[in-house]
């Protein structure tokens, strides 16, 4: 794909695929049995310069464009879709909306340490009672004086235990989007608790957490843009992390090809290698198609989104395609492993695991396939 690429945009992929390599690779298994990530990755994330991309340089930032996003997340997404899911939502979530709604204060405050890798960011909009149906949130941001006074829980928040600030959507008036406003809230403050959740079939090295916020008092310059724009906000934010997840799929089922042509050669049945068999040379060849198609797919966002066009539809399009296709990917390479793909000591079952979760966070597959056909049809299969 190197033609479709200019020079800037194939140095840091050549950059950011050998700091893969020798930073998450060989890791990668470690962590996934240990349930932890090394937290020191933060750190280093952010003196690359991963944790600032599209970011200005006058923030902190690394600048560069989508497409730069997309190329380094299909790198982290081919070494740890854990790590991967660090800088997803940190940046692609967190800072960048900051960049967007935030006021001047906000982002002069947050965005150096966040791209620096001194702090992280999380994003709360997901509750035990809420997933996919975001603009019926239960989450209470009620006014006390010059300020706010925020109660309610998150589920399934990623990096919420090591995050320090929590972008947190409550509801400041009556029922639907127009109620939701988001906050930016410090995790150390008084009443807000985190609990990190264990036992999770894939993405297990990341630090996902219950967050309880508790009588959780901040100031009116926390509240990110406008009071009753939080739903706004959201929605923004998801579109474009809908590009980054999938180009982050898109890295996952290149580590499977990968591993999967590698395995093939080495591996031998009836005295020759099992890449020599028709049927298996067609698994290989479909994560294959399917990892061009998705790629394609990621950069199309990318540049729509470089170029100020709509790109909603189009993030849908690819984040339901790569999501799917690396879950096939995965299967496709267990296959090509048979037995040895089902145990540890290959990393084609933790791909299959981690890849399950991309189908369905950010917008489920199901999800996605009604913002397409509303966009298509004109009719909101939603009421």
Same mark, same amino acid.
């Given at each position: 794909?190197?033609?479709?690429?200019?020079?800037?945009?194939?140095?840091?992929?050549?950059?950011?695929?050998?700091?893969?390599?020798?930073?998450?690779?060989?890791?990668?298994?470690?962590?996934?049995?240990?349930?932890?990530?090394?937290? #020191?990755?933060?750190?280093?994330?952010?003196?690359? @310069? *991963?944790?600032?991309? %599209? &970011?200005?340089?006058?923030? !902190?930032?690394? $600048?560069?464009?989508?497409?730069?996003?997309?190329?380094?997340?299909?790198?982290?997404?081919?070494?740890?879709?854990?790590?991967?899911?660090?800088?997803?939502?940190?940046?692609?979530?967190?800072?960048?909306?900051?960049?967007?709604?935030?006021?001047?204060?906000?982002?002069?405050?947050?965005?150096?340490?966040?791209?620096?890798?001194?702090?992280?960011?999380?994003?709360?909009?997901?509750?035990?009672?809420?997933?996919?149906?975001?603009?019926?949130?239960?989450?209470?941001?009620?006014?006390?004086?010059?300020?706010?006074?925020?109660?309610?829980?998150?589920?399934?928040?990623?990096?919420?235990?090591?995050?320090?600030?929590?972008?947190?959507?409550?509801?400041?008036?009556?029922?639907?989007?127009?109620?939701?406003? #988001?906050?930016?809230?410090?995790?150390?403050?008084? @009443? *807000?608790?985190?609990? %990190? &959740?264990?036992?999770?079939? !894939?993405?297990? $090295?990341?630090?996902?957490?219950?967050?309880?916020?508790?009588?959780?008092?901040?100031?009116?310059?926390?509240?990110?843009?406008?009071?009753?724009?939080?739903?706004?906000?959201?929605?923004?934010?998801?579109?474009?992390?809908?590009?980054?997840?999938?180009?982050?799929?898109?890295?996952?089922?290149?580590?499977?090809?990968?591993?999967?042509?590698?395995?093939?050669?080495?591996?031998?049945?009836?005295?020759?290698?099992?890449?020599?068999?028709?049927?298996?040379?067609?698994?290989?060849?479909?994560?294959?198609?399917?990892?061009?198609?998705?790629?394609?797919?990621?950069?199309?966002?990318?540049?729509?989104?470089?170029?100020?066009?709509?790109?909603?539809?189009?993030?849908?399009?690819?984040?339901?395609?790569?999501?799917?296709?690396?879950?096939?990917?995965?299967?496709?390479?267990?296959?090509?492993?048979?037995?040895?793909?089902?145990?540890?000591?290959?990393?084609?079952?933790?791909?299959?695991?981690?890849?399950?979760?991309?189908?369905?966070?950010?917008?489920?597959?199901?999800?996605?396939?009604?913002?397409?056909?509303?966009?298509?049809?004109?009719?909101?299969?939603?009421?």
């Amino acid at each position: 794909m190197d033609l479709e690429l200019g020079d800037a945009h194939r140095a840091l992929r050549e950059v950011a695929g050998a700091w893969v390599d020798k930073e998450v690779v060989p890791h990668a298994a470690a962590w996934d049995r240990a349930e932890a990530v090394d937290r #020191a990755i933060v750190r280093k994330l952010g003196d690359m @310069g *991963f944790l600032g991309i %599209e &970011i200005p340089e006058e923030y !902190g930032g690394s $600048g560069g464009d989508a497409l730069s996003y997309c190329v380094l997340l299909e790198e982290l997404g081919r070494g740890d879709s854990a790590v991967r899911g660090i800088v997803s939502v940190s940046l692609g979530l967190v800072a960048k909306s900051i960049k967007s709604y935030g006021s001047e204060e906000q982002k002069r405050h947050w965005l150096p340490r966040l791209c620096a890798g001194e702090a992280l960011g999380c994003f709360g909009l997901t509750e035990p009672e809420t997933g996919s149906d975001a603009a019926n949130l239960a989450t209470k941001a009620v006014r006390d004086g010059d300020g706010w006074v925020l109660s309610g829980t998150k589920i399934f928040i990623t990096n919420g235990t090591w995050a320090e600030v929590a972008v947190i959507f409550a509801r400041t008036g009556g029922h639907g989007p127009k109620g939701i406003t #988001a906050f930016l809230v410090p995790t150390d403050t008084t @009443g *807000f608790t985190r609990t %990190e &959740i264990k036992g999770k079939l !894939g993405l297990r $090295g990341q630090a996902t957490a219950e967050l309880v916020l508790d009588g959780v008092r901040v100031p009116d310059s926390a509240r990110l843009g406008a009071e009753g724009g939080g739903f706004t906000i959201a929605m923004s934010a998801l579109d474009k992390g809908r590009m980054g997840v999938a180009a982050g799929c898109v890295g996952l089922a290149r580590a499977c090809l990968e591993a999967s042509v590698r395995y093939a050669r080495e591996r031998e049945q009836f005295g020759k290698p099992i890449a020599s068999y028709q049927l298996v040379q067609e698994l290989i060849a479909d994560i294959a198609v399917d990892v061009e198609a998705a790629r394609l797919l990621a950069w199309r966002v990318a540049d729509l989104v470089d170029r100020g066009q709509p790109f909603g539809t189009a993030a849908s399009v690819a984040k339901l395609f790569a999501s799917e296709a690396a879950v096939k990917a995965a299967n496709n390479a267990i296959q090509v492993f048979g037995g040895y793909g089902y145990i540890d000591e290959y990393p084609v079952q933790k791909y299959l695991r981690d890849a399950r979760v991309l189908t369905l966070y950010e917008g489920t597959s199901q999800i996605q396939k009604l913002l397409i056909g509303r966009a298509l049809t004109g009719v909101n299969a939603f009421v």
